[in-house]
Structure formats: C-alpha cells, structure tokens
C-alpha cells in the first residue's frame, strides 16, 4: 500500500472490510488509518458465530457488496492478498465485473481450506505476485502464463525489515501491558510469545487443541504472549479454551492480545524465546527474523518454511519436547525464503505498466 501510494503512476484505492472493521479482533481498521491509510469504502460482511455456515455466508454477503464498491470506485485493478475466506468475494466480484485481478502470496501450499480458496483465487487473477520460487512454479504449474507470474517476496517481509531496521528493541513494557489482560512480566528476560487459529477443517477441535497447547506452554515455566484467533470457523472454540484456561485460574504469567500493531509483533518475534502455535507468521516473517518456532498441527501443511521450525502434534508432551528443544537451541541465522523487503516496491513497479485481457485460457 505504501509502495503504491508513493508511485508517481498510480492510486491508491484501500476497501477495508470484515474482521478489520470490528472491536473483537481489535480493530484492524484504527491501525490502518494510524499508518496513513484512509479508507475509500468500508464493507461489513462478517456475519458473526466463526462457524463453516458463517463463513459461507459472511463470503456470500461480500460478493453482494463489493460490486458496488468496484462500480462506484472504478479500479483498473483490484489486489487481493492471500487466502481468506473473505479473499474468495473478492475474487469473484472482480472477476464477474470484468476488472483484472493481481493477487499476492499464491501458489502456495497448507492445510485448511486456505489451500482450496488459495489455488481458486490463482484461476481467477490475472497477475501474480508469488513469495517465494516454489510458489511462482506451482502457479505455472496450474496453467497460468509465465508472463503472468512474477515472483517477488512477501510484502509482509518488508515491514519486517522496516521495523528492524528502525527501531528492533523491546516495546515499552509499561504502555503494551496497558492492553489486553493478564498478568505482566519483565520483557527483557526470556518469554514465549503463542499464535493459534481455529483449523477449518478440523472444525469442533479447537477447544481439545489450544488447551494443549497452554497446558504445554505452562509447564516450561515461562512467562507469554497469547494473542486472540482469527475470525476463522472455530476461533470461538480457541477463544473458549483461553477463557476456561483464565477461568480456572491456571493463566499464572500469561498476558492476552486481541491483536498486536505489526511493529509491536515484529519486535516481540525478535526477542520471543519461541513462538508457538500455528500461524504463518512464523513460517515467513519466523525465517526472516530468526525466531525458534514451534509450529502446531496441520494448519501450515507442506507450507516451506526454514530451518528455525519444529513440527508438534496437538499434544502437549511432544508441544513442550520441541519448545524445550527450540529454547536450547537459541535464535537461528536470517533466511530469506520469503523475500528480502523489497515486494511492495516490485508489485508496484508491475502494476504501474501491466496490462493484461481479462479473457483468461489455460495453457495446456
């Protein structure tokens, strides 16, 4: 978004929507105008519950929406980031209306039904902008034109390496623990920072699955970070677990985040003894930064991830065995499979001379 803003070719035009526009998941929305960012429409299409049916539907009501905003907004082209489930109105709003599509992070591979919406979306754009080499070939793979594909990094990355380069120390430890709930500690000593989501396709699971998880976090005796899941089908389950976990007054030196401003994360990642859970922040910006992860179950299935990854089951004695084997082993050296903070500038550079017929064939 920055790197479109800046270029002298083009305009920026930001649609904010579902679970950005929300107090529960921390409103995202607050923080996208904090960074400079004014919203041209905003979209409220997230139908609460975090069940299957939800989901289908908060989709649906986004495809009802957004081609009003498209017809009345006008895009050249609409970018859509990733594999959500809200990314699938979009695709298809913009398909439909005729307006080529660029679509970020595809060809990728994991579980939940994020792999099933991921490849969808890649038959739907018309530009793609890969993270890594895999994922670029895997793209031609599904029978995209190489033209097409132009693999570039995460974006994500990029603010990673921003906020490193800025500013990498500790948050203020007084103004963080202002927010969320739970008891406080001293950053500077060695913590563990927790980032689980609901497995869509493991619906019903995920209360079982996060009391692994706490149950094997407590038992290393350190203090955490636990943030809140994503909208996703089962996040109230997650959400569930945490609050029976509290209830029970086993929450001893745990603190709970809705949601984290990105520079406030990057710089927790950097300092976290371990981070555990199941989110891709610690497969991508995890490589880059260094960060020992321990990565939980099967919602980054087959996703390429670095040398500073462990793989557990949804078992506490394996969960605690690989975050006992990450806190020996230490921080790991930088890799940059995922890009090395340049995409945005990349994907405008594209943009801003791309043109392309919203007439899509296969090739083969």
């Known amino acids: ?110 579980g939940t039904i994020d792999e099933s919406i991921r490849h969808a979306v890649t038959k739907f754009a018309h530009v793609h902008f890969a993270a890594s080499e895999d994922a670029g070939e895997r793209i031609v793979r599904l029978g995209e034109r190489p033209e097409d594909v132009h693999v570039v990094g995460c974006p994500r990355i990029d603010l990673v390496a921003e906020v490193l380069a800025k500013d990498g120390e500790l948050p203020e430890q007084a103004e963080m623990f202002r927010e969320g709930v739970g008891d406080t500690f001293d950053l500077s000593k060695p913590f563990l920072l927790v980032s689980q989501h609901p497995v869509t396709t493991e619906y019903g699971s995920g209360k079982a699955q996060i009391a692994e998880t706490l149950k094997a976090v407590s038992e290393i005796e350190l203090p955490a970070i636990v943030l809140w899941p994503n909208p996703d089908a089962g996040s109230e389950d997650i959400a569930a677990g945490i609050r029976r976990w509290r209830e029970k007054g086993w929450a001893e030196n745990m603190h709970f985040f809705k949601n984290l401003p990105i520079e406030t994360y990057v710089r927790l990642m950097r300092h976290a003894a371990c981070l555990v859970g199941n989110s891709s922040s610690g497969i991508r910006e995890g490589a880059y930064i260094g960060t020992p992860v321990v990565n939980i179950g ?22 605690r065995q690989a975050i006992d084997r990450q ?25 801003s001379h791309k043109t392309v017929s919203t007439q899509k064939l296969i090739t083969y």
């Open 298 to 319: 099967s919602r980054q299935q087959r996703r390429m991830s670095g040398t500073n990854v462990l793989h557990a089951p949804h078992d506490a004695a394996a969960i």
């Open 1 to 110: 978004m920055r790197a479109v803003q800046a270029h002298p070719d083009l305009e920026l035009q930001v649609v904010l929507g579902a679970s950005a526009l929300l107090d529960r998941y921390g409103a995202v929305a607050n923080l996208v105008r904090a960074d400079g960012f004014e919203p041209n429409a905003e979209v409220h299409m997230l139908i609460e519950g975090e069940t299957p049916t939800t989901m289908a539907k908060s989709t649906g009501l986004g495809l009802l929406e957004l081609p009003t905003i498209f017809g009345r907004l006008a895009p050249d082209f609409v970018l859509t980031v990733g594999d959500r489930f809200e990314t699938m109105a979009t695709a298809l709003a913009a398909a439909y209306m005729n307006i080529p599509l660029a679509h970020t992070m595809g060809g990728e591979v994991s």
């Open 327 to 351: 806190l020996e082993h230490g921080r790991y050296p930088m890799e940059a499979i995922y890009g090395e903070g340049n995409a945005g500038e990349k994907i405008a550079a594209i943009l």
